[in-house]
């Protein structure tokens, strides 16, 4: 079965860090782009960044270059987010996601992982 | 930071036809034929229903569809059904990648 799952998510103090993973199966995962896209409680969707197929290249939202890093194991068939200096607004469900079949489209979804920043 | 403008509400009656509107700029939708549209059901990923555009995703029904005008892309959907009741994003590229804020769909 062609899927992703996320895991990783929970609750973490203001200044903390966390590390997201996200596990890809049924699918040649070497192949593709991928994302993670977050959704804070009760708001809308937030593309977070993307890596290339190989891992050479990664775009982040400007508001979290610096505490946030996308990178892949393609041995593994892994994405992984980590997330530093979290704050209260981090708090949201972070989904990965497969990059196809164009530019912001994104078919293939994770369940999502909830991360909650609070003290 | 691209904004993409979204209705927060729209509605309709089984069997009625609706649309909903995604307003950017000439540096997003304006520029790039790459806009995306998103249906989402409570505690639910969301689904993606339409993409470059006009495409659909295979599975998706053709009551869904999408066009583009000038720096506004719509989503059109018609037979209303009862299963359509969510919330839709739309989605653009414009060397970043932007959603719009939502819009939750009412079926009356």
């Known amino acids: 079965e062609v899927q992703l799952v996320e895991s990783g998510g929970g609750l973490v103090q203001p200044g903390g860090s966390l590390r997201l993973s996200c596990a890809a199966s049924?699918?040649?995962?070497?192949?593709?782009?991928m994302t993670w896209v977050r959704q804070a409680p009760g708001k809308g969707l937030e593309w977070v960044g993307n890596?290339?197929?190989?891992?050479?290249?990664?775009y982040y939202m400007d508001s979290l270059k610096g505490r946030f890093t996308i990178s892949r194991d393609n041995a593994k068939n892994s994405l992984f987010l980590q997330v530093n200096s979290l704050r209260v607004e981090d708090t949201a469900v972070y989904y990965c996601?497969?990059?196809?079949?164009?530019?912001?489209?994104?078919?293939?979804w994770g369940q999502g992982t909830l991360v909650t920043v609070s003290s | 930071q691209s904004a993409l403008t979204q209705p927060a509400s729209v509605s309709g009656s089984p069997g009625q036809w609706i649309t909903i509107s995604c307003t950017g700029t000439s540096s997003d939708i304006g520029s790039y034929n790459f806009v995306s549209w998103y249906q989402q059901h409570p505690d639910k990923a969301p689904k993606l229903m339409i993409y470059?555009?006009?495409k659909r995703p295979s599975g998706v029904s053709n009551r869904f569809s999408g066009s583009k005008s000038g720096n506004t892309a719509s989503l059109t959907i018609s037979g209303l059904e009862a299963e359509d009741e969510a919330d839709y994003y739309c989605?653009?590229?414009?060397?970043?990648?932007?959603f719009g804020g939502g819009t939750r769909l009412t079926v009356l």
């Open positions: 989605c653009s590229y414009a060397g970043s990648v932007f």
């Open positions: 470059e555009v006009t």
């Open positions: 890596i290339k197929e190989d891992g050479t290249a990664k």
């Open positions: 996601v497969r990059d196809e079949p164009g530019y912001g489209a994104y078919e293939l």
């Open positions: 049924g699918f040649t995962f070497s192949r593709y782009w």
